[in-house]
């Protein structure tokens, strides 16, 4: 099994579980953050990003 060239563009990249404000805990990345500024229990916000025809759930740090 080799490596998928979609997702290794895209590396290095944070894998991040959630813990959404209804409850559940989904597994994302969190994007557009420097990996200096992140932080357990950082506010975040949901987005879909297409990849290889595929929508992959995304992270993105909320504004303060």
């Known amino acids: 099994m080799g490596q998928?060239?979609?997702l290794c563009a895209l590396a290095p990249f944070v894998?991040?579980?959630v813990d959404l404000?209804?409850?559940?805990?989904v597994i994302g990345n969190i994007v557009d953050c420097p990996f200096e500024q992140l932080r357990v229990?950082?506010?975040v916000e949901v987005f879909f990003e297409?990849?290889?025809e595929a929508?992959?759930?995304r992270f993105r740090q909320?504004?303060?």
Not at 21 to 25: A, L, Q
Request: proline share 13%.
């Open 15 to 17: 894998v991040a579980v």
């Open 55 to 57: 929508p992959l759930l």
């Open 4 to 6: 998928d060239p979609g």
């Open 41 to 43: 229990e950082m506010s």
């Open 21 to 25: 404000d209804d409850g559940p805990r």
């Open 50 to 52: 297409v990849v290889d």
């Open 62 to 64: 909320l504004a303060s």
